[in-house]
């Protein structure tokens, strides 16, 4: 099974508005953390925002904020006043602890959704 | 400045030639990590590292080795490339491996032949 799912493959928004992009996952650990990470098209990675699994508020970084709902497993991205930058690659990751030895911990991460801002 | 290199950005070779990727930071991380990057799959982790000496498979491990002998550098390498390891591959480190943020290195564009 998928551990991390992005069901939008591409979205479009209109400039100014806010977009929603969606990401479930599924782990059977108590304690584990959710991120969200731009992909411009020059390709490097950028952090956005981080979700703990026992952190009690949705997390927010300027114009991000992440809808944490644990019971539906669902963390998803919501970008306020979308710009013209904000057109990207999006992707969801998940740590989880890797019980197997103290190597650390596993980050998973999903398919991704390109979304585009039309002026 | 606080950076990830690595090296080379890009990469031309053949089936079967060994070769290795570099990846540092100067930011005296214990956490480091490899991942691969394919269209429609995302970011898929090879291996990681927790500390010097300490290194984990992650989800596609098959094909390549790391080691970790100082904390600052943790090499990818491809014994004997094949084309579908084609991709583009990303190193990263963070501070631990929980929630800290993962700064990404630039990227290398590999194109096995």
């Known amino acids: 099974a998928q551990k991390i799912t992005q069901t939008q493959p591409g979205m479009f928004v209109q400039e100014k508005e806010a977009v929603t992009l969606d990401c479930t996952y599924d782990?059977?650990?108590?304690?584990?953390?959710l991120f969200w990470y731009k992909q411009p098209s020059s390709g490097e990675m950028i952090f956005l925002i981080y979700?703990?699994?026992?952190?009690?508020q949705n997390a927010t970084e300027g114009r991000y904020s992440l809808n944490f709902q644990k019971a539906r497993k669902s963390a998803n991205l919501v970008i306020s006043a979308s710009q013209l930058g904000d057109s990207a690659m999006y992707f969801c990751?998940?740590?989880?602890?890797?019980?197997?030895?103290?190597?650390?911990?596993?980050?998973?991460f999903g398919g991704g959704t390109r979304l585009m801002v039309k002026p | 400045e606080a950076q990830v290199t690595q090296n080379p950005r890009y990469l031309i070779t053949v089936t079967g030639k060994k070769l290795t990727v570099t990846c540092s930071q100067n930011m005296n991380h214990e956490y480091m990590s490899w991942y691969r990057q394919d269209p429609g799959l995302g970011l898929r982790q090879i291996y990681y590292?927790?500390?010097?000496?300490?290194?984990d498979k992650g989800d596609v491990p098959e094909g390549y080795k790391v080691s970790r002998k100082e904390k600052r550098n943790f090499p990818l390498i491809l014994e004997s490339p094949s084309p579908n390891q084609t991709s583009l591959y990303f190193c990263?480190?963070?501070?631990?491996?929980?929630?800290?943020?993962?700064?990404f290195g630039p990227g290398t564009r590999l194109l096995v032949l």
């Open positions: 979700q703990g699994s026992y952190d009690q």
């Open positions: 590292s927790m500390n010097v000496e300490v290194t």
């Open positions: 990263a480190s963070s501070l631990g491996g929980g929630g800290e943020t993962q700064y």
């Open positions: 990751a998940m740590r989880e602890p890797n019980w197997r030895n103290n190597a650390g911990n596993m980050l998973t």
């Open positions: 782990t059977s650990d108590p304690s584990y953390g």
